[in-house]
Nanobody, 115 residues
Framework: QEQLVESGGDLVQAGGSLRLSCVVS????????MGWHRQAPGKQRELVAF???????NYADSVKGRFTISRDNARNAVYLQMNSLKPEDTAVYYC?????????WGQGTQVTVSS
């Protein structure tokens, strides 16, 4: 059983930056695709970015050039560096782990961007 704990969410002004972290307890991290998703009030959860076990990354068009996903297999951690934040980035951000058999989610961390 994998467990994911996110941190780093905060209130920030537009144009600012935040770095989200997700630490995974378990043995499957290095073999997992890790992703960040977000859900704004009244909207469906959407993919923000993911990184495969081999380091291939992919981003939603809305965050390309502003967000960077990275991972540290030695620390069982995945990060989301968010720059040039906009009010529309306001959401609960969730970490997702996709293993060969299962999908796990974290509890979410709130990011609020004020204009």
């Amino acid at each position: 059983q994998e467990q994911l704990v996110e941190s780093g969410g905060d209130l920030v002004q537009a144009g600012g930056s935040l770095r989200l972290s997700c630490v995974v307890s378990g043995s499957m991290f290095s073999r997992s695709t890790m992703g960040w998703h977000r859900q704004a009030p009244g909207k469906q959860r959407e993919l923000v970015a993911f990184i495969t076990s081999s380091g291939i990354t992919n981003y939603a068009d809305s965050v390309k050039g502003r967000f960077t996903i990275s991972r540290d297999n030695a620390r069982n951690a995945v990060y989301l560096q968010m720059n040039s934040l906009k009010p529309e980035d306001t959401a609960v951000y969730y970490c997702r782990q996709t293993t060969p058999l299962y999908v796990y989610w974290g509890q979410g961390t709130q990011v609020t961007v004020s204009s």
